[in-house]
């Protein structure tokens, strides 16, 4: 089993920046990867960004650029570094961890809202 726990999302500006965190607890050496998803009102959850175990980072092409993966070993965290966000920007992110062996999980989400 593992439990995921984002936080940091909140009420931004346009053109500002927020850094969003996932952590991980549990069974936390069967992690494989964490991606990063986000669901605007009315929409489909779509993928945001990916980082493996190994480090290998990807991104979606509507935030490459302007969000950056990051993480902490000892802390069991993933960051999300938003910057030069945009209203479209706006949604509820959930962070997904992939276990190696095919399971996943999903956090509560963290909510995130950008003003023009």
């Known amino acids: 089993q593992v439990q995921l726990v984002e936080s940091g999302g909140g009420l931004v500006q346009a053109g500002g920046s927020l850094r969003l965190s996932c952590v991980a607890s549990?069974?936390?050496?069967?992690?494989?990867?964490i991606a990063w998803y986000r669901q605007a009102p009315g929409n489909e959850r779509e993928w945001v960004a990916r980082?493996?175990?190994?480090?290998?980072?990807t991104y979606s092409d509507s935030v490459k650029g302007r969000f950056t993966l990051s993480r902490d070993n000892a802390k069991n965290t993933v960051y999300l570094q938003m910057n030069s966000l945009i209203p479209e920007d706006t949604a509820v992110y959930y962070c997904?961890?992939?276990?190696?062996?095919?399971?996943?999980?999903w956090g509560q989400g963290t909510t995130v809202t950008v003003s023009s």
């Open positions: 997904r961890g992939f276990q190696s062996w095919g399971g996943d999980y």
């Open positions: 549990g069974s936390t050496f069967s992690i494989a990867a």
């Open positions: 980082i493996t175990a190994g480090g290998l980072r």
